[in-house]
C-alpha cells in the first residue's frame, strides 16, 4: 500500500530531462553501432589515394575521407562500436574485481582488509595515466593490452568504495542478526551486504564508462591501443592529428563523437544515480531546497492574532508518480500563550507533515505548500522572505524531532552543538555561549553538564540526548516548541521524566508546545487541548478532559479505547481494524468509513464537514456520539 502510485525505475529515468535525453542520445548511438555489419556502409579500410582528405557531404562520402580515402562516417560507426566495447569490458572488469575486493576487504576486516587495502594503496600511488602507460609498455601495443590496463587503474576506485560501504554494513543489527540465525560468513556477504552494496556498484559503473571510453581513446591517440588498420575514436584522433590544418573535419568528426557518447553516458549515469536514491522515489529528480514551495491561490486571513500559532486551512501537498495528492488537507489549529496542543493520531495521519509545514521545512520537491496558512503571533509565515524564516528557525519557533541520534550531528560535541544554537540567533562570545550552554544542560537536569558537553551523542544515553535536544529547542526562549513524538523510543521510565521536564520548562518559560504523539496516555499527562488527525485531517478538537472524557468521533473512541486504564485489568483493548486510507486514494466521503462501526450510507457520499459541538469542540462527523448537551 505505501508504494501505490510510486513511479517504477524507467518512468523515474524518463522524468529527468537531461536524463532521458542523454538515455535517447545513448540508444541511437548503440543502436547504429550494434547495427553496422547490416549498415550500408562502405568499407572502414578500404584505402582510396585519388580521393583522401575529401571534405564532408562529398558525393559517396558523408562526413568525407581521412588522409588514405578512407571514409570517416565508416570508420566512425565502428570505431564506435570498439570504444563502446572496451569501454563497457574495461568497466565491467574493474567492477567485478574491485568490487571483490572492496566486500573482503570491508566485511572480513583484520589483516586482510590491511593487506588487500594496502595492495591498492600502492596501485593508487601512481598517477593512473602513467601506469596504464607502464602497463601497455609491458605488455605491448594493442586494443585488447589496452583494455587491462585501464580496467586495472580503475580497480583502486571501485574496491575503495565498495569496501567503505561494507565496512558500515558488516557492523549493522540485520548482519548480526543473520549471523545469529546460523548463516555462514560467505552466505552473509552474499545474501546481507552485497544486495545492500550493487546500488553503489551500479552507480559507479554508469559513471565511470565514459571515463574508462576517454582513457582508452587517449591510449589509441598515443598510438599504444588500437593499431592500424582497426580504428577506434582514438586512433581516428590521432591520425587526424597529422592534418589538422589541412583537413580539420578529419578530427573534428571523432572528438565531437567522443565528446557526444561520453556526455550521453554521464547523463545516463546521473539519472541512474537518482533512481537508485531511495529518498527521490517519490519522482522528483532534484535535491530539496532550504524551504517548502509555497503556491496558494489566496491567503487567509487571521482571526485570532494573539494566538502564538494558529493553523487556517493548511494544505500540503506531495509529487507521486506524476501526480499530486494532499498529505494534509483543510487543517486549522490554534495555540495560545503556554498552552500545550496535543495532536493525535496513527501513523501516516498527517501529524509530522503539518509540524514541518509551519516553518517550510516539508522537502521541495515533492512537496509544496498548496493552500491556506501558517500565523505566527498574527504575521503569515508562508508569506514571510527565506531570511525572515531562517532567523525565526530556532529562536521563535524550536522543534524537538523524534530520535535526537539522528538529529545531532555524530562528529561534533554537545557543548559545540548547543553553542552552534545559541551563537546563531544572538552574537555572544564563546565563552559566554559555553557557559550558557552548560546551564541549558544544568535545566534539562542532566548532570555534570561541563563535562557533558565535551561528550559526542553516541556517548550518552537515549535520555540523555532527548534532554540535550529539549535544550537546544530552549536555547533561545522560543515562543513555540514542536514536539514531534520526542518520547516514542525512549523507556517508560524515561518518557515519564521527559514529559516531566517539558511540562516544567513550558511552564517556567511559558512557552506554548505542539507535541505530537500516538499516545492519549501522554496527552493525559501534559496536554492542555487535544486534536485528532485521521488521513491529513482534523477530525476533532477539545479540552483533554472533555475529549477523553466523551469523545465525539468514532474513531477518537477507538483510540481512547486502545488506552489500558489503571485499576482495570480485565479491561478489553481493541485494536482498530484496517488501515488509514493512503493520501492517493482517499474515499469519497468521510475518510473513516470503512473503519467506523457506526457508518450509515450518506457517511460514504460526500466529504464531511466540521461541526461545532460547543465552545472550543468540534467534531468531523454526521453522527458525533455526544451532542452539545454532553460536552
Excluded at 593512473?128 to 607502464?134: E, Q
Excluded at 537515549?462 to 535536544?469: I, L
Excluded at 492517493?584 to 470503512?594: D, E, N, S, V
Aim: net charge neutral.
Amino acid at each position: 500500500m505505501a508504494n501505490a502510485g510510486r513511479s517504477g525505475a524507467v518512468s523515474l529515468l524518463l522524468n529527468n530531462r537531461l536524463a532521458a535525453a542523454g538515455v535517447a542520445l545513448l540508444a541511437l548511438i548503440v543502436a547504429v553501432a550494434l547495427l553496422a555489419p547490416v549498415l550500408p556502409l562502405a568499407d572502414p579500410n578500404a584505402t582510396a589515394p585519388a580521393d583522401r582528405l575529401m571534405r564532408p557531404f562529398s558525393p559517396d562520402h558523408l562526413l568525407g575521407t581521412d588522409a588514405l580515402g578512407r571514409d570517416i562516417l565508416a570508420r566512425l560507426v565502428w570505431g564506435t562500436r570498439v570504444s563502446l566495447m572496451v569501454g563497457i569490458s574495461a568497466t565491467a572488469i574493474a567492477a567485478m574485481v574491485g568490487s571483490a575486493i572492496g566486500l573482503v576487504a570491508g566485511f572480513v576486516g583484520g589483516r586482510i582488509d590491511g593487506l588487500l587495502m594496502r595492495g591498492i594503496d600502492m596501485v593508487m600511488a601512481f598517477p593512473y595515466i602513467l601506469l596504464a602507460l607502464a602497463i601497455v609498455a609491458v605488455l605491448g601495443p594493442g586494443l585488447l593490452n589496452a583494455l587491462y590496463a585501464i580496467a586495472v587503474v580503475n580497480v583502486p576506485f571501485f574496491a575503495r568504495n565498495v569496501r567503505g560501504m561494507a565496512l558500515g554494513l558488516s557492523r549493522r543489527e540485520f548482519v548480526d542478526a543473520a549471523r545469529l540465525s546460523g548463516q555462514s560468513g560467505p552466505e552473509v556477504l552474499f545474501a546481507e551486504v552485497l544486495p545492500n552494496v550493487m546500488p553503489v556498484i551500479v552507480v559507479t559503473m554508469s559513471t565511470t564508462v565514459g571515463w574508462m571510453i576517454l582513457e582508452t581513446a587517449g591510449l589509441s591517440f598515443l598510438g599504444l591501443g588500437a593499431q592500424p588498420p582497426q580504428a577506434d575514436l582514438g586512433s581516428m584522433l590521432g591520425e587526424g592529428r597529422k592534418v589538422l590544418f589541412n583537413a580539420p573535419h578529419v578530427s573534428v568528426v571523432p572528438g565531437l563523437m567522443i565528446f557526444v557518447l561520453v556526455m550521453s553516458i554521464n547523463l545516463v549515469g546521473d539519472g541512474v544515480r537518482d533512481v537508485l536514491d531511495p529518498r527521490l522515489k517519490s519522482g522528483a529528480l532534484a535535491r530539496p531546497s532550504a524551504r517548502t514551495r509555497v503556491e496558494r491561490a489566496d491567503a487567509p486571513v487571521a482571526t485570532t492574532p494573539a494566538a502564538v500559532l494558529e493553523l487556517k486551512g493548511l494544505r500540503t501537498l506531495f509529487g507521486l508518480g506524476g501526480r499530486e495528492v494532499a498529505a494534509v488537507r483543510d487543517v486549522d489549529l490554534l495555540i495560545g500563550e503556554g498552552e500545550c496542543l496535543g495532536l493525535v493520531g496513527e501513523s501516516g495521519s498527517g501529524k509530522s507533515v503539518t509540524a514541518m509545514s509551519i516553518m517550510g521545512l516539508v522537502p521541495s520537491p515533492p512537496g509544496r505548500i498548496g493552500g491556506g496558512a501558517a500565523f505566527f503571533r498574527g504575521r503569515d509565515l508562508f508569506a514571510l522572505s527565506d531570511g525572515e524564516i531562517r532567523r525565526m528557525r530556532g529562536s521563535a519557533v524550536a522543534h524537538v524531532f523524534q530520535d535526537p541520534l539522528s538529529t545531532l550531528h555524530p562528529l561534533f560535541t554537545i557543548g559545540d552543538q548547543l553553542i552552534e544554537a545559541i551563537r546563531a540567533h544572538r552574537p555572544l562570545r564563546r565563552r559566554t555561549a559555553r557557559q550558557e550552554a552548560a546551564d541549558l544542560l544544568a535545566l534539562v537536569r542532566i548532570p555534570n553538564p561541563r563535562l557533558r558537553l565535551e561528550a559526542y551523542p553516541h556517548e550518552l544515553s537515549g535520555g540523555m540526548r532527548q534532554r540535550v535536544a529539549i535544550a537546544m529547542a530552549l536555547a533561545n526562549d522560543a515562543d513555540l516548541v514542536v514536539a514531534d513524538e520526542p518520547t516514542t523510543a525512549l523507556d517508560v521510565t524515561v518518557q515519564a521524566e521527559v514529559l516531566t521536564l517539558l511540562n516544567r520548562l513550558r511552564q517556567e518559560k511559558n512557552a506554548a508546545v505542539l507535541f505530537i504523539t500516538h499516545d492519549f496516555g501522554v496527552v493525559s499527562a501534559l496536554c492542555d487541548r487535544v486534536a485528532v488527525m485521521y488521513a491529513g485531517e482534523i477530525v476533532e478538537t477539545g479540552r483533554t478532559e472533555a475529549v477523553l472524557a466523551a469523545p465525539a468521533h468514532p474513531y477518537t473512541r477507538r483510540l481512547v479505547d486502545c488506552v489500558p486504564v489503571l485499576g482495570e485489568p480485565e479491561r478489553r483493548l481493541d485494536a482498530i481494524e484496517g488501515r488509514p486510507p493512503p493520501p492517493g486514494a482517499l474515499p469519497k466521503g468521510c475518510a473513516f468509513a470503512p473503519r467506523c462501526p457506526s457508518v450509515a450510507p450518506v457517511c460514504r457520499e460526500a466529504p464531511v464537514a466540521v461541526r461545532e459541538l460547543a465552545a472550543g469542540r468540534t467534531a468531523r462527523c454526521l453522527f458525533p456520539l455526544v451532542g452539545a448537551g454532553h460536552v
